[in-house]
């Protein structure tokens, strides 16, 4: 049923390139964003990215240049404005601000703009040549980054009060944090869409988190299933020619389901063995 | 005088019937949005919130697709999914994330029937529609549906305006006076849905957290007092939409294209502005809420 030309067309060549290391990004991001729980900055900051998209197909620009200036500008008024207690406030109104500029863009953009909406839904033909070289870079980038970041980042969302205790300067690691993902949303909404850059970001992660409780076998766990999630979905997107952020949220959204019932016949059994042997 | 006038509200602006009921349905739900959004804001439910707009907007794609009235979408599937969620998860960060799988689910589904509206309606404006709204768009049979569900949704708040108000403040305590805190938080997540539906259909899926948050938050910083904010948020919202559709209506013959700028953006800057305002006043030295912050 499948054609060989999933394999060997050049743009769906750069769809896997592309999606691979969006894959491979997301869950080790994803694995941050899950035990800070801002799932909400990880869902606003894509859209956030979307309104620059929009900004840069009015300027006629390379949409890449405007995704990453808003998402990264984003992350910095979240990291300025917010103070610990209404966090999710601030996010709200940087979401709604972004998302208002991009409301006007799109407005303003004279004709029916298809890129825009590509954006929005994501694309997998959308991945030019030198796409794939930018998302390569970027996406090398953020991974380092997130390695230099690793163990302070750790220890301050494992425990604020330690990591402050320690001398880490809590709110700059977290301002970082969010650029990092910021940056990686700028490469992953081409290829997944804005509206579902997210639910790659924080399914894979919330997945395993279900599986396993150690660190490092859970963020083995979510890229094997980040990854899984994107080919799947791919080659679904490409017999189908649906949006491909459909099928990203589905795949996700189903292996969730199948880890939490795990999950609970597991803690079931746990139990039922407990009260054996309590008899 | 007069010309000023005629500078401020661009000629036809009280004549044309699209603007009047623009004016009285932004209104509306612009009031009974900031009212609501002081409670998730104090209750700590924005993204929830923001989640069920985008529910919404899935069951608004749905509805294009079926060619019924896009309110019901917004309504049905924002009231399913709020439910939802309320059920799925009890603890704080499995909230987030129950929230975030749930909210992924719904995004799929709107992406996919916002692709199948654009290809087999033939309304290729759908997704703007939806996602950024059409407040001038909207059929006069849909503005006494709103006014009256928003009618509804002011009575149940005021019946249970108490026990809600000790719930978003102080769990523990209600549950001991025997609060039922539990059926107190779903009949408020009911009511935000419907709010939130109402946001999302005069400014869009994407922009009505706007509506319900942006007022909330800047009327908490001018006030302590939660019943004043609730005013404060109300007229706060209402000017933001109201100033917002008079200068929509007069950027039709701005550049660069003449066909007027989103009335949406205007909104989303004008509350953003407020905002910045009274955070800035804030930090202004002698204001009266710094002294009462270094008091308590």
New interface residues.
Partial sequence: MLDAGIFTQSFMIHAWIGGTIVAILSAFIGFFVVIRGSSFAAHALPQAGFAGGAGAVLLNINPLCGLAAFAVGGALLIGYLGDKERNDVITALTLVATLGAGALFLGLTNKYATGAYALLFGQIVGVSSDQVVATAFIGIVCLLCLAFLYRPLLLASVSREIAEARGVPVRLLEICFLVVVGLATAIIVPVVGALLCFSLLIGPNATSVYLTSSPGKAMALSLLISLVTVWISIVLAYISGWPIGFFVSMTGALLYACARAVHYFRVKNIRLKAGIIQC | MIRFLNLLFAPGFFQNTQVMNALLLGGVVAAISGVVGVFV?IR?Q??V??AIA?FGGAGAAIAVLMGINTLWGFLGFGVLSAAVVELMGDR??EH??A???V???A??????F??LD?HFTGQ?GA??MI??GSIFLIKPSTVSIVVALTAATTVIIITIYRPLLLCSIDPDLARTRGVPVRIVSLLFIVLLSFVVAEGSFII?A??S??LL??PA?AAIRITHKLGLAMLYSAVLGTLAVWIGIVLAYDSFLWP??RR???V??F???L??LF?LLT?LREKLPGSGIMMVRRVT
Avoid: N, Q
């Fill in positions: 804001v700590g924005s993204f919130g923001h985008d704080a960060r987030d994330l929230t975030g799988i909210l992924s689910v995004l799929g589904v709107e992406s996919l916002l692709y654009t290729a997704p703007m996602l950024f869009g994407l922009l957290t706007a948050i942006g938050a660069p294209v007027g700028w989103p949406s953006f909104v989303c800057a509350i953003l905002y955070r």
